[in-house]
């Protein structure tokens, strides 16, 4: 399900859009990374809650006022991102990643491939026999409302629905 669109090198950011179904929800929200032989990382469909449902934010001396809910429900779409052939992985909470300058990346989705990355280049520096194995791999990375699951394939993944059990 997941499509690749061409490559375009516009300074730091490399255009090779992985357009999925993710991108048509408001938010996603980390249900669960499984890994056994494969990594899968089970995403749940986040939603932004009533307009008249509002709450003041209060974040040290500063308050955002009329802050809504992003939030979870019955209605909420889980979809599994699979990774088939993966070399190293990590999950990062979400408010600890910054904006890196030496990264090449596709910035637009919630799936994204990076062309380099320093997480790249230490696995390729402390894992490299990896490419004689199995040949070259990216950095693919999963944005989540509260984590940043980051992956180094050899594959490029896919992303379908996960039937709740």
């Known amino acids: 399900m997941s499509i690749l669109r061409g490559t375009i090198l516009c300074n730091k950011i490399v255009r090779c859009q992985l357009r999925t179904v993710l991108d048509d ?14 990594l899968r990382v089970i995403l749940t469909e986040g939603f932004v809650g009533n307009e008249n449902e509002t709450e003041d934010l209060c974040i040290g001396d500063h308050t955002i006022k009329g802050v809504r809910l992003i939030d979870i ?10 990774f088939p052939e993966i070399v190293a992985w990590q999950v ?3 408010s600890f990643t910054s904006f890196d300058e030496y990264e090449q990346r ?6 994204q491939s990076l062309v380099r990355s320093k997480y ?9 026999w990896f490419e004689d194995a ?5 950095h693919y990375r999963v944005w989540t409302e509260n984590e940043v699951v980051d992956v180094i394939a050899c594959e490029p993944p896919t992303v379908e629905p996960w039937v709740r059990t």
Request: glycine fraction near 6%; aromatic fraction near 10%.
């Open 73 to 82: 429900s019955d209605e909420s779409r889980l979809f599994v991102v699979r």
């Open 120 to 128: 790249l280049d230490y696995v390729k520096s402390n894992h490299g």
């Open 106 to 111: 596709d910035d637009n989705g919630v799936l």
């Open 92 to 94: 990062v909470d979400e």
């Open 134 to 138: 199995i040949g070259p791999a990216k």
């Open 25 to 38: 929800a408001k938010t996603w929200f980390l249900h669960a990374v499984v890994y056994q032989d494969k």
